[in-house]
Nanobody
Framework: QVQLVESGGGLVQAGGSLTLSCAASGSIFSIDFMGWFRQAPGKQREFVAQITRSSITYYADSVKGRFTISRDNAKNTVYLQMNSLKPEDTGVYYC???????????WGQGTQVTVSS
């Protein structure tokens, strides 16, 4: 497994945009799935989006049409473009990796996203 470091979070007004980055310590080329998750205060961590090795994407219904996940294998980085942000998008955002159907049990520090109304 590679180590993942998230960045790009911040404070933004509702309707605004942010782009998160997930930088890997090694190649992500052979990783089956890369994904983003988030955890709001007092809530469980939840799935946001994933992208396969062949760049097939899948999104949670709550972010579909507003968020876009992408990967740059040359830079070993995964991105999450977030548009039309809502206060309910507030939380700590984490990226993760999966070989086969299992997401890693190891999580990074995450990056805080706060959307003000």
């Amino acid at each position: 497994q590679v180590q993942l470091v998230e960045s790009g979070g911040g404070l933004v007004q509702a309707g605004g945009s942010l782009t998160l980055s997930c930088a890997a310590s090694g190649s992500i080329f052979s990783i089956d799935f890369m994904g983003w998750f988030r955890q709001a205060p007092g809530k469980q961590r939840e799935f946001v989006a994933q992208i396969t090795r062949s760049s097939i994407t899948y999104y949670a219904d709550s972010v579909k049409g507003r968020f876009t996940i992408s990967r740059d294998n040359a830079k070993n980085t995964v991105y999450l473009q977030m548009n039309s942000l809502k206060p309910e998008d507030t939380g700590v955002y984490y990226c993760n990796q999966a070989y086969g159907a299992l997401w890693s049990a190891s999580w990074g520090q995450g990056t805080q996203v706060t959307v003000s109304s």
